[in-house]
């Protein structure tokens, strides 16, 4: 197979090749099973390939579904108390009540240039009649949920909800409540994870979106593609080598906020 220039790949091309060294560099063994031996049959390295990329897809497939599975009756816990009131309820078990038909989670999902208080477009976005894109931000990813327009980095990626999924997901769901012990290693423990990184932010933002909708799976209708755009709109803005220092700001507290093991 004929190596392209690293100058040639784009930008997701890019992101795509730092997470398979990353893979190959954690995983023993790997680089030598997928490069193959030139002197076995081509089929027989096809047949590798195919398996390999098979076992990986499964291991990430199962640790997303683990993760959205316990963030849907999490997320609705970290909500403020104030919202879950007897005449607008929100369940732990079930999604039908999130997304737009709710107050709550509709404010948390309505992205920061249009107004949920607007009773127009409040049922305009619960009816559907307005495109929504990955690449708008929604006030869950504002400290305090609140979008300053004179300032658009102002809180941007460091809201409560937030540091509770990545607490969540990547240390504990006990480490959420500071409580002193947890159950089971977290995913930073068991990946050797030292610090908080850009895609593990993207990965949680895109989580607790999900968490936050009346979706039932990713599969849905429209849902894989507004989590791909999510996920990688977050990616570039992080990645902007123009962007640097609000990033460099973003990580220092993030890595005060959470605490990996060392």
């Not at 090749?17 to 023993?28: A, D, K, M, N, Y």
């Amino acid at each position: 197979m004929e190596l392209r220039p690293r100058e040639s790949l784009s930008a997701t091309e890019l992101r795509e090749h730092q997470v398979l060294e990353g893979l190959l560099s954690r995983i023993p063994g790997l680089r030598a099973r997928i490069s193959g031996n030139p002197d076995d049959d081509d089929d027989d390295d096809d047949d590798d390939h195919r398996l390999v990329a098979s076992l990986i897809q499964k291991g990430v497939s199962a640790a997303r579904s683990d993760d959205t599975k316990g963030l849907k009756g999490a997320v609705i816990d970290w909500i403020t108390p104030g919202w879950r009131t007897p005449e607008s309820p929100l369940h732990r078990n079930t999604k039908t009540d999130r997304g737009f038909n709710h107050d709550c989670t509709g404010h948390l999902l309505c992205p920061v240039e249009l107004d949920w208080t607007d009773p127009s477009t409040k049922e305009q976005l619960r009816l559907g009649e307005i495109q929504l894109s990955g690449e708008q931000w929604s006030h869950f990813l504002y400290q305090n949920y609140t979008f300053n327009p004179a300032n658009p980095w102002e809180g941007l990626f460091r809201s409560e909800l937030l540091v509770n999924g990545y607490k969540f997901i990547f240390t504990s769901p006990s480490s959420v409540e500071n409580e002193p012990k947890a159950t089971r290693s977290g995913n930073a423990r068991i990946h050797d994870m030292k610090k908080v990184t850009l895609p593990s932010l993207a990965y949680v933002a895109t989580q607790v979106w999900f968490a936050l909708t009346s979706a039932a799976t990713f599969s849905q209708l429209g849902v894989a593609n507004y989590a791909e755009d999510l996920y990688n709109s977050i990616i570039e803005l992080l990645e902007d080598p123009e962007e640097l220092e609000h990033v460099s700001s973003l990580l220092a507290w993030w890595n005060q906020c959470v605490i990996l093991p060392s």
